[in-house]
């Protein structure tokens, strides 16, 4: 039995709770420095994300992207940032509190 238990995998706490997934919430979305701030809740307590700079650029494919674009980049965008953020939550490598969606996650 122990042999077992050594040889499984680790796993992080609550990574693999599916009844405990990201969902949205109805806060609202900001521009934050070079960044998109938005909150997602796993039920039990809300979760502050952001969408980096980077990110939008990638998914608008515009390297050049203007700040003043980045909140409908992201709206445009969003169903793969929180994709993305419910990803970086169920492995539980948050920054901190929060998780940042970085160019490589999306």
């Not at 969408?51 to 793969?80: Q, T």
Request: charged letters at 30%; proline letters at 6%; one cysteine or more.
């Amino acid at each position: 039995m122990l042999r077992k238990l050594l040889n499984r995998p680790a796993q992080r706490k609550g990574t693999d709770d599916p009844a405990q997934p990201l969902l949205p919430t109805t806060e609202a979305i900001e521009v934050d420095g070079l960044a998109v701030r938005w909150i997602m809740t796993d039920g039990k307590k809300n979760i502050v994300c952001w969408a980096r700079a980077a990110a939008l650029e990638k998914l608008e494919a515009n390297p050049d992207l203007e700040k003043a674009s980045y909140l409908e980049a992201f709206h445009r965008h969003r169903p793969k940032f929180e994709a993305a953020a419910a990803a970086i939550h169920k492995r539980g490598l948050l920054d901190g509190n929060a998780i940042v969606v970085r160019k490589e996650n999306v």
